[in-house]
């Protein structure tokens, strides 16, 4: 066998809509990455729908990733696509981190449909390596293909491996704070946990706020006044309803063209404005009680008022900045700035894989014996927590189907 990848699963007709799948490679390719240096190779894998016709080109949409070190021997990976499926596969020689880094990075989300990959590992169809990859010839034909790659394997899946969608009403809810759709039941039983548990409590702080503007804009005579933000919490959030209740301005202030000289103009839009509620209230009260209580009323209508457009102001201005803010990204520069990490030092430079005859025979594909499909096959060492909870997670959480 050259310089390549081997992937073996247990049957490529799938009763279960998650699957282990396990790797071996050849004693060349050993050689190879200890010439190059690689200590802690990676296997990258690609499951992607291998769906013929008009929507082929979408077929990376539905891509889902995973980096596993290539010393884990096996690892479970999860369709999202009833029918068949290709895996593909290929070592990379970089670090996890930077693996991950590469191959894991999200562009963003894309119509509400999925999120997408920075890196195209396959062409849109998922036919082929994609144009990343260097160029090579066999058999007179060029191809491009990652360094050292696995032939890719067809799993068909059946509709019955994939969990029934919740109720909608349920999913409205329980997806309330998040963009992307659940992966799989357990994804969606966290999400539920937080559902019922804390959001309740998020949702009355919102329900106050939303209360205190509705009353701002009834002061002040908001044009984009409406209930359907106090009735409609799961369909409008806190965003949406500043900007609807004061973003088209106030029905006391005119929308006049300039066609005038300025100051006529000005006081063309303007005239209205001591019939607010929000100035006629305090002077009401000016007059039936106290100058001190009415002036006390007045200065807080005009902080309210300045505070109103202020709010309006700043979620205008920064309106693309809101909606590209992204928590995960703050949280791991927080992170990385405030925690320092300690680089990885290699005490031994000799690569795993050639650290002991039974490492060696573990990964190196050499026809005596079969590869393990699950993890009982696997040696005693790579019997790890991580795998058996996949396994797990395999037989009591079913995937969704996109």
Known sequence: M?????????????TSGTIPISWCVSKETLDYLKEHGVKDPQVV?????????????????????????????MTYVEFNTPGKNRIWAFVAKNSRKYAKDDYLCHRGLLSGITDYYSFSILSDDGERWSSNF???EIDGKQYRKPDIAAEPLLVDVPKECFAPEPP???????????ESKCA????????????????????????????FLFIIGLLVGARGISFKYLLHPLTYDLRECGIGLFDDGSIFIRETKWTEIFSWWILRKIYLMPLMPIFVIPICILLYFHLWLAVFVIILAFATVAFALFITGLA??????????NFGVFFNWFIRLFIVRKADQDKDDQPWYFSSEEETAAIVCDGKKKKPLAIAQLPPKHRTIKLRFFDLKAKICKPFAR
Request: charged share 20%.
């Open 2 to 14: 050259a310089i390549g990848l081997q992937l073996h699963v247990a049957d490529t007709n799938a």
């Open 45 to 73: 894998i690609v499951v992607v729908p291998a769906i013929e016709g008009n929507l082929a080109d979408q077929n990376y949409l539905k891509e889902i990733r995973y980096v596993v070190p290539l010393s884990d021997l």
């Open 134 to 136: 260097c160029l090579y």
């Open 168 to 178: 909608e009403w349920e999913k409205a809810w329980t997806n309330l704070f998040f």
């Open 184 to 211: 799989d039941q357990c994804h969606y039983r966290r999400r539920r946990m937080f559902a019922y548990s804390v959001q309740p409590f998020i949702m009355f702080g919102s329900t106050l706020i939303r209360l």
């Open 316 to 325: 205008d201005r920064y309106k693309a900045s809101i909606e590209k803010f």
